[in-house]
């Protein structure tokens, strides 16, 4: 619904959750009266659109050509079922906006109360933004080794400096505010200890544009863990961060889920492979995050993880949930899943060309992290190194791989595959028991077993004949849909980066379109209007400087 003139509500106005409201007037517009639950707001309007009274949006604010002036009057809601957030493509929200951020409850938390990670959307914003909501308990006395005075604080932040050469364990790390009044830092993460269900709001300037967050590791062995967060209010894609910032920054993210009150399980994703126990490539809006500096930046100072608007998205992320959502750029991935009642951890081999049979820095993951209690753990080792995500070789494919096991309580446990990726249909992933001396095939059911609590690194070994169902190439171009009758989306994944001149010829290999894209990122999509071309068939020209692609595509 395309508005011209100004909006004055002054009555009742419901509207329809699949309408996009867009202001496309010739001079400043505004919104006014009772108010309104907008689900798709846009701003069309160079002169912008300005709030005169309190309205809310509940999915998104687009911002394609213009501002939006909110005076105070603008909240970003957030519930069980949606978060709204906003789409910067050439326009700001100038003032003070309220944004909300709710936690759900989910199947795996035995208990209302839990930590879970933050981080600011908007700045400034002081402690007090959240003590509003949940009574926060400070106390920077606070030190996980050393004996302490004074309360149990509930909220922290992560500093890596903190580890010193007698005491060099993650945990020295935490650290608790001494004051209300302390800054929320953009683009830090913090972690509270709160109730699921509860929302969270934050006031102040949407955060925008290009941040910097400074990131450390000091050169002590279990160093360089930096609590970082989202501070946009959009989702941000991981694989776009570290495009940009891999000579920083190791390419995993690790989230704990909390299932407990002082218990939590580990999410991770690796850009370029997938995720284990549901992490995934997208980070929600006031989500914190863990990230690992690369050991060879140690004692660099000035260090930041560079943040930019072209690595948001508007994909909807529920806040401490996690959807696994990225396909693999990986020749092949198995993914086995351990149980023990309601908890359950995963691991992943995958298979890739430049792997080999040791241990393969920036290919593998270290398991860092362990599920607390109840939670199991599960994963293979390489070189003595326990390993969440495991890295084998194309070209000298292995038979057999030992799968190793921490379980917190005695009992009945359940061993399945969570995901089997890019093989021949009906290739078997055998799982051997050898405490039973039993054989079982895990592509037909998932494999039951009793054991005791404690670890055990001898009793399973996975065995199989791989035969892969393609070859995934290095680079790809996807074009789509196609036919198409408007728009066209063209996605490359490609190392290279630069202008790109994007044509369409006609079939006498006329000229028809031209358009000018830069390329910053590895893997991107472009989006081309086609809507006033004749229907027809097309030839589509893709060329940078050392990139070129064509393809056919159908105007309908």
Known sequence: LDLRGNLRNEGSLAMNPNTELIFKGNATQSISGNMI?????????????????????????????????????????????????????????????????????YASRTTVQGYNYFSSPVSPATLGEIHD????????????????????????RYRENRLTSTQNAFEKGWESPASLAENLEVGRGYILNLNSTTTIDFSGTLNNGNINVPISRNPLTNSGWNLVGNPYPSTLDWEKIWDINQSKVEKTIYRRIATGAYSGTWAYYTAGVGGLNGGTKEIAMAQGFFLRVLDTQAGVTGLNLNLTNAMRNSNETQFFRTEESEESKTQGVIKVKLSSQKWADETMIY??????????????????????????????????KRLAFN??????????????????NSGQHEIELSELRNFKENTPIYLEDRLLNTTHDLTQKTYRFTANAGTDTSRFILKFELAFAQTIPDESLIVYPNPTSSELKINIDSKF?????????????????????????????????????QKGV???????SNYSATQKIIKE
């Open 37 to 105: 639950s907008f689900a798709k707001l846009t701003i069309n309007n160079t002169n912008g659109v300005t709030l005169l009274s309190p309205q809310e949006i509940t999915e998104w604010l687009k911002l394609e050509n213009g501002n939006l002036t909110s005076n105070g009057n603008l909240t970003l809601r957030s519930d069980a079922g949606k978060t709204a957030m906003v789409i910067n493509t050439n326009g700001a929200v100038i003032g003070t906006t309220t944004v909300q951020r709710y936690v759900p409850a």
């Open 497 to 533: 980066k630069g202008t790109l001149q994007v044509k369409i010829l006609d079939v006498l290999g006329r000229e028809v379109d031209k358009q000018i894209f830069d390329k910053t990122f590895t893997q991107e999509e472009f989006k081309v209007d086609v809507s006033s071309l």
């Open 351 to 384: 298979f890739k060309r430049e792997a080999s049979e040791r241990y393969d820095e920036g290919l593998e993951v270290p398991k860092s992290q362990y599920n607390s209690n109840p939670a199991p753990n599960l994963f293979t080792s390489v070189s003595g």
């Open 391 to 408: 890295a084998q070789s194309v070209e000298n494919l292995p038979k057999e791989i030992p799968l190793h096991f921490i379980v917190a």
């Open 538 to 544: 097309y030839i589509l020209k893709i060329e940078g």
């Open 133 to 156: 909501d949940v009574a926060l308990v400070l106390n920077p006395a606070y030190d996980f080794f050393t004996p302490y005075s004074g309360a149990f604080p509930n909220f922290y």
